[in-house]
């Protein structure tokens, strides 16, 4: 399976930026996806999940209000809209897929057995 994300880039604050993550060799509606994010001397982070359909979705709580996670399952893609970026959200971001059977617990990155490479999200201030 591979994942490719793309769409990152240097952004003012209160900016926007939408990354995209196209996903091949798995059947994609078979996969939660979930986005994550690294920044310097920091640890991985959750940022969004979507489950399988897109039907429910999960953010934590520093993006709530300002990033939405939406799929196209025909694309076998799955997006993160960003919005009213702040310096603190300055980090690679990876897109990541984890098999359907598990139940909640969107926020484990151990749960996601496939991920991208990673795309850089820099908010200058």
């Known amino acids: 399976v591979q994942l490719q994300a793309s769409g990152g880039g240097l952004v003012q604050a209160g900016g926007s930026l939408r990354l995209s993550c196209a996903v091949s060799g798995r059947t994609f509606s078979s996969n939660d996806m979930g986005w994550f994010r690294q920044a310097p001397g920091k640890e991985r982070e959750f940022v969004a999940a979507?489950?399988?359909?897109?039907?429910?979705?999960y953010y934590a709580d520093s993006v709530k209000g300002r990033f939405t996670i939406s799929r196209d399952n025909s694309k076998s893609t799955v997006y993160l809209q960003m919005n009213s970026l702040k310096p603190d959200d300055t980090a690679v971001y990876y897109c990541?897929?984890?098999?359907?059977?598990?139940?909640?617990?969107?926020?484990?990155?151990?749960?996601?057995?496939?991920w991208g490479k990673g795309t850089q999200v820099t908010v200058s201030s």
């Open positions: 979507a489950n399988w359909n897109g039907g429910n979705t």
């Open positions: 990541a897929a984890r098999p359907t059977r598990h139940i909640g617990r969107y926020y484990k990155a151990d749960l996601y057995d496939a």
